[in-house]
């Protein structure tokens, strides 16, 4: 993977949000040890191939819907600071990224172009997987609203497909 300058489009459609004066980036990372527990914000967190995020509830296979045997697609997921405020602005709720669940708050990167490409969180390597759209388990137990107000804009669902540290501030990077 060449070493992208992450603030600029590349002739593979990278994918930048649009407006955006920020590199992409990790703005928050949050974990939590069970599906009842609260989300914590960690500095930083070690990624794990075939397993996740050391301290998430699906590191350790706990998590609602944590499959057995492990998908990849259960590893990690993330959401973009930039829908977290708008659900919130354009329903008034109280809506935040915590609420969301997802592993990693990012900025400046449109995720939902990151289906199916690599990419790297600083030193990690990931892969795409899918959407991570909304349920009905999200919204029973936050805002009924998010059904129809995230669709498309609830996250990626992720791989990690190499070891290594992902911290708040890592930049965001692709081919």
């Known amino acids: 993977m060449k070493n992208s300058d992450p603030t600029t489009s590349s002739e593979s459609g990278a994918p930048l949000r649009a407006g955006m004066a920020v590199p992409p980036s990790v703005v928050e990372i949050l974990v939590a040890t069970s599906p009842t527990a609260a989300m914590t914000c960690p500095a930083e967190v070690r990624a794990v191939p075939g397993k996740g995020l050391e301290g998430d509830r699906y590191f350790e296979g706990v998590g609602t819907f944590s499959p057995h045997p492990p998908k990849p697609d259960f590893e990690i997921t993330l959401i973009e600071k930039e829908n977290v405020a708008a659900f919130a602005r354009d329903s008034g709720l109280p809506f935040t990224a915590a609420h969301a669940r997802r592993n990693l708050v990012t900025v400046g990167v449109d995720l939902n172009a990151l289906v199916g490409r690599e990419f790297l969180i600083g030193e990690v390597r ?50």
């Open 126 to 175: 990931i892969r795409g997987i899918r959407l991570c759209e909304p349920c009905s388990y999200l919204a029973k137990t936050t805002y009924p609203e998010t059904l129809k107000g995230l669709v498309h804009k609830g996250g990626l669902r992720a791989q990690i497909v190499s070891e290594g540290r992902i911290r708040v501030g890592d930049l965001i990077r692709w081919e």
